[in-house]
C-alpha cells in the first residue's frame, strides 16, 4: 500500500484525473526498493510487472554468447520501466534489467492496474497516452541510429539527461550509444576541442 507521498508522486508522473483516480489506479502498488548492481527483472522472467522509477537509474541490456553486454535501455527518475517483451507480448523477457544505483520505484502488477484503468475513461485514456509515449521513444531510439551520428546520438543523450555521463560507466554508455568505449572519448575530445574554438 502506497503512502499520501506516493499517490501525489503518481499524480504528478500522470498529470490527468483525480488524486482518487490513481489512488484507485495505484492502491494494489507497492514501494519496491533495489540496491545499486541488484537485478530487477532475470533474462527469461515472465514479468507482469510495471514500474515508475521515484529515485535512481535501471539499465536493460542483453548478455551476447561471447560475454558482451550491449545496454539497449536507460531508465531514470519519473520513467517507466517494464519487461516489453512480458507486457506487449506476453513473452520471458530477452533482457536484464538491473539497478545502476539505489532504486525506489513504485511497482504495481500490470494486469491488475490495466483492469482498474480500463473500467476508468480517464485512466484509460493515461494508459494509453503511455503506451504511445512507449512507442514513440522505441521509434526515436530506432530513428536516431538511422539519422543522426554517433557524435549526434550523444549530444541528444546529455540534452535529455545532463548527468547521465556521472551515473553511467562509459562501457554501459557506450553501447548504448552503439559505439565503443574508444569512440566515445574520441568524440569527448572531439567536442571539447569545439568548444575551445
Known amino acids: 500500500m502506497l503512502d499520501q507521498k506516493d499517490v501525489q508522486f503518481g499524480f504528478s508522473i500522470l498529470k490527468v484525473g483525480s488524486i482518487m483516480d490513481i489512488y484507485r489506479l495505484f492502491k494494489t502498488a507497492k514501494t519496491k526498493k533495489i540496491k545499486a548492481g541488484e537485478i530487477y527483472i532475470h533474462e527469461h522472467a515472465n514479468w507482469q510487472k510495471a514500474a515508475f522509477i521515484r529515485k535512481g537509474l535501471i539499465r536493460a541490456y542483453l548478455l551476447k554468447n561471447n560475454g558482451d553486454e550491449v545496454t539497449i535501455l536507460l531508465r531514470w527518475e519519473n520513467q517507466f520501466v517494464t519487461s516489453h517483451d512480458g507486457i506487449f507480448w506476453q513473452?520471458?523477457?530477452?533482457?536484464?534489467?538491473?539497478?545502476?544505483?539505489?532504486?525506489?520505484?513504485?511497482?504495481?502488477?500490470?494486469?491488475?492496474?490495466?483492469?482498474?484503468?480500463?473500467?476508468?475513461?480517464?485512466?484509460?485514456?493515461?494508459?494509453?497516452?503511455?503506451?504511445?509515449?512507449?512507442?514513440?521513444?522505441?521509434?526515436?531510439?530506432?530513428?536516431?541510429?538511422?539519422?543522426?551520428?554517433?557524435?549526434?546520438?550523444?549530444?541528444?543523450?546529455?540534452?535529455?539527461?545532463?548527468?547521465?555521463?556521472?551515473?553511467?560507466?562509459?562501457?554501459?554508455?557506450?553501447?548504448?550509444?552503439?559505439?565503443?568505449?574508444?569512440?566515445?572519448s574520441r568524440i569527448r575530445k572531439r567536442i571539447a576541442h569545439e568548444q575551445q574554438h
Open 91 to 184: 513473452k520471458p523477457s530477452r533482457f536484464i534489467y538491473q539497478a545502476m544505483e539505489d532504486t525506489t520505484l513504485i511497482e504495481m502488477d500490470y494486469n491488475k492496474a490495466r483492469e482498474i484503468a480500463e473500467s476508468n475513461p480517464i485512466l484509460s485514456n493515461n494508459r494509453n497516452i503511455l503506451l504511445t509515449h512507449m512507442l514513440a521513444q522505441s521509434i526515436d531510439r530506432v530513428e536516431s541510429f538511422v539519422l543522426l551520428s554517433a557524435k549526434e546520438r550523444y549530444l541528444k543523450l546529455i540534452q535529455e539527461k545532463p548527468d547521465i555521463v556521472k551515473r553511467v560507466p562509459d562501457k554501459y554508455l557506450s553501447t548504448y550509444l552503439g559505439i565503443t568505449p574508444v569512440s566515445l
